[in-house]
């Protein structure tokens, strides 16, 4: 009998930098976000409605497509990501590489705080509040990455706007 997914329903994804660092302020780290996505996006085992990058997180709509696991592409993002941020790091010299050293008995390094969030939305109305919710987060008074959501390059609150997707992620909600 085949493996049947049950993840059909799009979901909220949110993953956290260890500690809350600013890793991801930099475009080069944002961009290791970006291109491990387009990834999964050209293997077909995801489609996404929206994201954001922020300096210390990021948060996804996308779901999981047929003959994949939630899991399966959780735990490959965020290690494909890591192992990219760390050589990155490495071959930088840079010293924040030592900010991430956990030395803990399954990883050397660490950059994404463990047990991110993935919620189920299973309502239209749920699915718009949380997207509601990424593409205001770069307005933020905490954050002020712009002063309009369409003004922050990594999110697809642009993409809403003007329907331009500058990076090939997203399908629109609407289909």
Do not use: C
């Not at 080069?28 to 409605?49: A, D, H």
């Not at 899991?71 to 192992?83: G, P, S, V, Y």
């Not at 590489?97 to 991110?116: G, I, P, T």
């Not at 919620?119 to 205001?136: E, R, T």
């Amino acid at each position: 009998m085949a493996d049947i997914n049950f993840d059909y329903h799009p979901q909220f994804f949110t993953a956290t930098i260890l500690e809350w660092k600013h890793l991801l302020k930099e475009d080069v780290f944002k961009g290791i976000v970006i291109n491990s996505l387009q990834f999964l996006k050209n293997e077909k085992s995801i489609e996404i409605y929206g994201f954001v990058i922020m300096p210390n997180h990021i948060h996804l709509i996308w779901q999981i497509q047929d003959g994949y696991k939630r899991e399966m592409i959780q735990n490959r993002f965020l290690k494909f990501t890591a192992q990219q941020m760390k050589f990155r790091l490495v071959d930088a010299n840079d010293q924040r590489l030592l900010q991430f050293l956990v030395n803990a008995k399954d990883r050397q390094y660490q950059f994404w705080e463990r047990n991110s969030l993935s919620i189920d939305l299973w309502s239209p109305n749920a699915f718009m509040q949380k997207l509601d919710y990424i593409h205001n987060n770069p307005v933020q008074d905490k954050w002020q990455l712009g002063k309009y959501p369409e003004d922050y390059k990594y999110s697809s609150a642009r993409f809403y706007e003007t329907g331009v997707d500058e990076f090939g992620l997203l399908t629109h909600y609407g289909g």
